[in-house]
């Protein structure tokens, strides 16, 4: 403003130092005096044009810059102010006392008017706080139809500051005044421009207000944001829109949610791994899971992985929602980016993926992936994994698994041989599951009367009945109490190769060893005796001894014993007459 103003006056102040003969000049820099404007200047006949006034600043000699120039003395030869080198490059003014002012110009301005440094006044905005006082009470007051009429009789003079220190101030919160108050101020001012400072603070504000926070508040400020990012590119950052998915997610509305992450593009905005975890979290929440791996998908194409402890939960909603090939995809792909979830998460991962048979090798991968100092938490997922491993009848890799358990821990319990030993005896590869009883006794541990039934059942469905009954008597050894499981499967395959006195024998031992026979057992050799044998008597001995032990047989098989006995009867009569005959 300075520099048009001088420019102005340039040709006066020149002819002013052409006429005047000063007896001796000063050389001093311009900046060190004052211009007063026309306003100020008294009439004299000296300035009678009307230009600012320059005079000297009081305290001239305590500028350095003053020094910086220098200073004639008489004896110097005086400077012709009129002479043609000083014509255009120095102003020359003059005072009472006759002092000469050179400023030499080198800097090539325009103007011609050499200013070393220009000084630019700023307006320093001040808050009435009368007025932000009445602005904060009128914010925490309940909103009622008088609420913009009550803005506009205050006259405010809208500037970023007002609107941080107005929302800093507000000690309650009330949503929706705020957002009524900003769009009041909107449209009032249609070319009011907000900055993204101010529109963090309007969001966090409204978003952290923890129990006052309304559905609607959330809404209307969803709606605010976007008609600011629709008038002002680049006031809205990933950080607002981020607290906007966040606090929609809190609210369950995960539709919502979904809207403002399609709005990055619009705003110029990039998603970060806060941005598509809010996102999941919000569909996940609202059992939408088809959304949420179609925002997962786009998460791993942008390689936007969140930390350990989130990937953790978006594979715990996932495997919620069905969705285990899914959060196998997510787990792979943070593993690859070193985001590590938690132990936790990764079991659970596991024992989903054991749930179906074509993702059981999956879950081997994973089991692979534990690290070492870990596996001595993780029994579950390894039992898990040789459970499925035995189920799809891939009992060499549950066993291979075993083995690296024994090697690299964790340590494996009864339960985890025993799936082996199951699957072992169900293929018929008896040798194998009893490989797997001796590696389990090798272990110290104690083969329960699960594992001897199993592999005893397996031999007597074969008809394998001396290597079945050594294993009951190698049970017999270990446990004073064995279970009716054992003795039913050998009882069964005596009466299947016809060998009854055996199968008697197993029946009246199973009392010695604290096993109660069971109808199932009478029943069975009961209808052996009466269909392959015909021997009713022993039948029905055996349904004596169960009338005493209170079992009831069933009345097909009280039946058949009487057919059978009514049969023979029939035949020995027979016989008897055609003997007299």
Known sequence: MWRSILARQRYPIRHYNAYASPPFQFQVPL???????????TTSSSYSLGFPQISYLSNIINNPRFFSNQVASQNDSPV?????????????????????????????????????????????????????????????????????????????????????????????VLGENLVRFFKWALNENKSLELSTTVV????????????????KDIYSLWELVKEIGEKQSGVINVTILNELISCFSKLGKGKAALEVFERFDVFQCVPDAESYYFTIEALCRRS?????????????????????????????????????????????????????????????LVANLCHKNENVQLALEVLNDIPLEKRKLA????????????????????????LKM?????????????????GYSKAGEMGQAVEILRLLESRGLKPDVYSYAVIASAYSNGG????????????????????????????????????????????????DFGVRATADEYEKLIQSLCLKALDWERAEKLQQEMKENGLHLKGITRALVRAVKETEMEAVEAQSDSLVA
Request: hydrophobic share 35%.
């Open 288 to 348: 939408d899971f088809d959304l949420a791996c179609s925002v997962c998908e786009k998460m791993l194409d942008a390689q936007r992985i969140p930390d350990g402890e989130k990937v953790g939960r978006i594979l715990s909603w996932l495997c919620k929602g069905e969705k285990v090939k899914e959060a196998h995809k997510v787990y792979m792909t943070a593993i690859d980016n070193k985001m590590y979830p938690p132990l936790a998460c990764v079991k659970f």
């Open 379 to 402: 029994i579950k997922p390894f039992s898990a994994v040789v459970q499925a491993l035995c189920r799809i009848k891939d009992v060499d890799a549950a066993k291979q698994v075993v």
């Open 80 to 172: 012709d102010s009129y002479s043609p080198q000083n014509h255009d490059d120095a102003v020359h003014l003059e005072n009472d006392d006759g002092v000469g002012v050179e400023n030499n110009n080198d800097d090539g301005v325009e103007h011609g008017i050499g200013i070393e440094e220009e000084e630019e006044v700023k307006e320093v905005y001040q808050i009435d706080e009368e007025k932000l006082e009445k602005v904060v009470s009128l914010l925490q007051n309940s909103d009622d139809g008088s609420f913009e009429s009550s803005l506009d009789g205050m006259n405010l003079s809208l500037h970023q500051d007002f609107f941080i220190k107005a929302i800093e101030t507000v000690p309650l």
């Open 31 to 41: 900046s060190n005096f004052i211009l007063n404007s026309p306003k100020s200047i």
């Open 406 to 422: 024994i090697a690299d821990g964790p340590l494996p319990g009864n339960a985890v041989f025993n799936f082996v030993i199951t």
């Open 464 to 511: 394998e009945m001396e290597e079945a009954r050594k294993i009951l008597e190698e049970a017999k050894k270990k446990h004073s109490k064995l279970g009716p499981v054992m003795y039913h499967t050998l009882i069964r395959g005596y009466c299947k190769l016809e060998r009854f006195d055996e199968a008697l024998e197993l029946l009246a031992e199973m009392k």
């Open 200 to 215: 963090e603070s309007l969001v966090f504000t409204i978003c952290n207000s923890s129990g006052s926070l309304r559905n």
